[in-house]
């Protein structure tokens, strides 16, 4: 891949969820962009509002960390090579816990009313 496909499958894989423009964060998380986010209670739409920051403060160390991984994958033999050995997912350290998007209830909330309509 050339720097530039690089850079492209990086901004589809990692940019959607968030990212900053001109100093906002921004999401084509289309469930972070619908009126269900407005009915959440305040609490719960400051946590995810929170979320969106960091993610979007930690891109670049994400796209790096990602790189790092896709490289060692790629410089490994194919017949080592699984197609199951990377698995992105959304993730956020809090000190020594790892917290997943379904350990969030206002995410899973926002979630459940996306799905259903509820």
């Not at 894989?13 to 921004?26: G, S």
């Not at 946590?47 to 993610?55: D, F, K, P, S, T």
């Not at 490289?71 to 490994?76: E, F, G």
Request: hydrophobic share 40%.
């Amino acid at each position: 891949m050339d720097e530039d496909e690089v850079s492209d499958l990086l901004r589809k894989k990692f940019d959607w969820f968030a990212r900053f423009e001109n100093t906002q964060v921004r999401s084509n998380c289309k469930l972070l962009n619908s009126p269900y986010l407005e009915s959440l209670p305040e609490r719960e739409l400051r946590i995810i509002q929170g979320m969106l920051r960091a993610y979007a403060e930690n891109l670049t160390k994400i796209r790096e960390d990602c790189l790092v991984k896709l490289r060692s994958l790629t410089d490994r033999s194919s017949k080592a090579r699984r197609s199951n050995e990377l698995l992105v997912t959304i993730a956020f350290v809090d000190g020594s816990r790892i917290l997943y998007p379904k350990d969030f209830p206002s995410l899973v909330q926002l979630f459940v009313k996306g799905v259903t309509g509820a």
